[in-house]
């Protein structure tokens, strides 16, 4: 839904080499109500402009010197990647309006203007212009909730297999070293026995920001449901690099979450797999993840185990 607001608040550029046209649209439009309103008389101006500020409509005029309508229509649609430029052609020349409107224009205002025909148009495009902004952003909103986690907004299971993957091939192509790490938290249904559901999801969201802040932009960490996240570690040069990452990883877990007015505190339980050694696939990478943490499980809490060896403890922390 259109609130008045959106309408009044949407940034309207006046493209016109005259400076008395220029002067009546936007008086027009400031009695109207619109805040946002821009004015350039020169049309060489009117694509950067745009680039700059991403207007939500444009009133152009057709024939102006040095840089016709048409020209600028197309210097817009060359320079606009949304794929929606929102113009409104304005001329004396009603003979231009099919080819205005097959240049990218989205409607056609003869002069003489017609005052209430000019607002009527102005405020129908706008309503279309902001109709499909609210279209895009539900899209957007769809698309990141199909690939994030509801309640920590970390990436989810479709999105982390998608991340491993470009990690594989990423540290295949450099011959570098990557790492899958699977970890949950300790006994975390105590949590939600003792405390309640709504402090263990508050938990969960705490955990998910300190594993992020723990790793690089490069990494990618994602909650795959319950109290189980998965982390995925580029560009690794040795084992030791997992190592060390590990027992900042824990570390950082396990200081007390002030949760609802009470410090809680947990522990947590992790395994790891290698690329190249312990799979070349997503699968197999997740699976031997998965598996040494079950072992880590087995061992106590605050563990480690690395999927080389499930009958070592060598990798043990």
Same mark, same amino acid.
Request: charged share 25%; with cysteine; net charge negative.
């Given at each position: 839904?259109?609130?008045?607001?959106?309408?009044?608040?949407?940034k309207i550029l006046i493209v016109d080499d005259r400076l008395s046209n220029v002067a009546l649209l936007e008086d027009l439009l400031r009695g109207e109500g619109y805040l946002h309103v821009t004015r350039t008389l020169d049309p060489c101006a009117a694509s950067g402009l745009h680039l700059?500020?991403? *207007?939500?409509? /444009?009133?152009?005029?057709?024939?102006?010197?040095? @840089?016709?309508?048409?020209?600028?229509?197309?210097?817009?649609?060359?320079?606009?990647?949304?794929?929606? !430029?929102?113009?409104?052609?304005?001329?004396?020349?009603?003979? *231009?309006?099919?080819?205005? &409107?097959?240049?990218?224009?989205?409607?056609?205002?003869?002069?003489? &203007?017609?005052?209430?025909?000019?607002?009527?148009?102005?405020?129908?495009?706008?309503?279309?212009?902001?109709? *499909?902004?609210?279209?895009?952003?539900?899209?957007?909103?769809?698309?990141?909730?199909?690939?994030?986690?509801?309640?920590?907004?970390?990436?989810?299971?479709?999105?982390?297999? #998608?991340?491993?993957?470009?990690?594989?091939?990423?540290?295949?192509?450099?011959?570098?070293?990557?790492?899958?790490?699977?970890? %949950?938290?300790?006994?975390?249904?105590?949590?939600?026995?003792?405390?309640?559901?709504?402090?263990?999801? +508050?938990?969960?969201?705490?955990?998910?920001?300190?594993?992020?802040? +723990?790793?690089?932009?490069?990494?990618?960490? +994602?909650?795959?449901?319950? %109290?189980?996240?998965?982390?995925?570690?580029?560009?690794?040069?040795? /084992?030791?690099?997992?190592?060390?990452? !590990?027992?900042?990883? /824990?570390?950082?877990?396990?200081?007390?979450?002030?949760?609802?007015?009470?410090?809680?505190?947990?522990?947590?339980?992790?395994?790891?797999?290698? *690329?190249?050694?312990?799979?070349?696939?997503?699968?197999?990478?997740?699976?031997?993840? #998965?598996?040494?943490?079950?072992?880590?499980?087995? @061992?106590?809490?605050?563990?480690?185990? /690395? +999927?080389? #060896?499930?009958?070592?403890?060598?990798?043990? @922390?």
């Amino acid at each position: 839904m259109i609130r008045e607001q959106d309408f009044i608040n949407a940034k309207i550029l006046i493209v016109d080499d005259r400076l008395s046209n220029v002067a009546l649209l936007e008086d027009l439009l400031r009695g109207e109500g619109y805040l946002h309103v821009t004015r350039t008389l020169d049309p060489c101006a009117a694509s950067g402009l745009h680039l700059a500020n991403d *207007y939500d409509l /444009i009133l152009l005029d057709i024939e102006m010197p040095g @840089m016709d309508g048409f020209e600028v229509m197309r210097e817009l649609k060359e320079s606009t990647t949304s794929g929606y !430029v929102p113009i409104l052609v304005i001329t004396v020349q009603p003979e *231009y309006k099919l080819k205005a &409107l097959a240049s990218g224009a989205k409607d056609f205002i003869a002069k003489p &203007l017609d005052i209430s025909e000019v607002k009527t148009r102005i405020r129908n495009m706008l309503e279309v212009r902001l109709l *499909y902004m609210q279209l895009e952003a539900s899209n957007r909103a769809l698309e990141f909730m199909a690939l994030h986690d509801g309640l920590t907004g970390l990436p989810n299971r479709r999105l982390l297999l #998608d991340r491993l993957s470009s990690a594989i091939a990423q540290a295949r192509r450099n011959e570098n070293l990557m790492a899958v790490l699977y970890l %949950d938290l300790d006994l975390f249904k105590g949590v939600n026995d003792h405390f309640g559901h709504d402090a263990g999801d +508050a938990l969960l969201e705490e955990v998910g920001r300190r594993l992020v802040a +723990a790793v690089r932009e490069v990494d990618t960490v +994602a909650r795959l449901g319950g %109290d189980e996240f998965v982390l995925v570690v580029s560009e690794l040069k040795e /084992i030791a690099d997992i190592e060390r990452l !590990v027992g900042k990883l /824990i570390a950082t877990v396990t200081r007390p979450c002030h949760i609802n007015g009470t410090d809680v505190g947990i522990t947590t339980s992790i395994g790891g797999s290698i *690329y190249p050694m312990h799979g070349e696939s997503a699968e197999m990478l997740m699976k031997r993840a #998965d598996m040494a943490l079950y072992r880590s499980k087995h @061992m106590g809490k605050n563990r480690f185990s /690395i +999927a080389s #060896d499930l009958d070592s403890n060598r990798y043990a @922390m």
